[in-house]
């Protein structure tokens, strides 16, 4: 795990999504630690699958909690398969999480910012964002959906001294990681014949998993001033991954 870094977000105000668990406890913690205002969104208390009701009830957060500086779009769901094995409603529910709910909170949070002129926007992808891999079509294709949102909007929203970046992170020591090996070993033994984690961390040029504090601190560096002239980015935190 990194040192302590400070990044100067003290007294800023974030909204970080799937915060209590994997990468997003990182996330907050990091934040927390540099003394910012973390409200957290994730199960069970607030469901961003349920879009049909969420810029409702996304409207009643931020009057309740103010001015919001960072938006930290980092809830995701996975599901494996091919097209052909992925159901349209399976694709529905993983693009509700990984896209639709990031959209429905860049919608809440762009008109304060932009009143403000400031804020900073980071939206969590996947190295999935920018490569292929097998048996991924529909959360690959969520991630690439958001990293493009990050570009687009990034162009549109930089006039009003908003930023908007987004994180593509590698393999990533969590327990949905950890998932995800053992679920491809036992439907895929033919491609996937090892649900050994020492195989996967081989394919790693660094050879090993990335702490979910190092994504953290990556968000943290983005969402800070350090980082006033970069926006539109989509950042590989991934250990070499994409890079081969």
Known sequence: MPPHISFGLSGRRAIVTGHRGGIGAAITKVL???GVEVIGLDLPDFDLSRTEDL??????VLS????????????GVTVLGSVTETPVAEVERVFRVNFLAGYALMRAVLPGMAERGKGAIVNIASDQALIGKQVSAAYGASKAAIAQLSRSAALDWARFGIRVNCIAPGSTDTAMLSGVIGDLAKAYPDRFPTSSVEFY???VPMGRFADPSEIAHAVA??????????T?????????????
């Open 64 to 75: 309740a909690a103010g001015p919001i500086d960072i938006l930290v779009n980092n809830a």
């Open 221 to 230: 560096f983005l969402a800070s001033d350090a980082a006033s002239f970069i």
């Open 232 to 244: 539109g980015v989509i950042m590989p935190v991934d250990g070499g991954g994409t890079a081969q």
């Open 201 to 203: 961390r081989s394919s």
């Open 32 to 34: 927390q630690d540099d």
């Open 55 to 60: 810029e409702e009830r996304l409207a009643t």
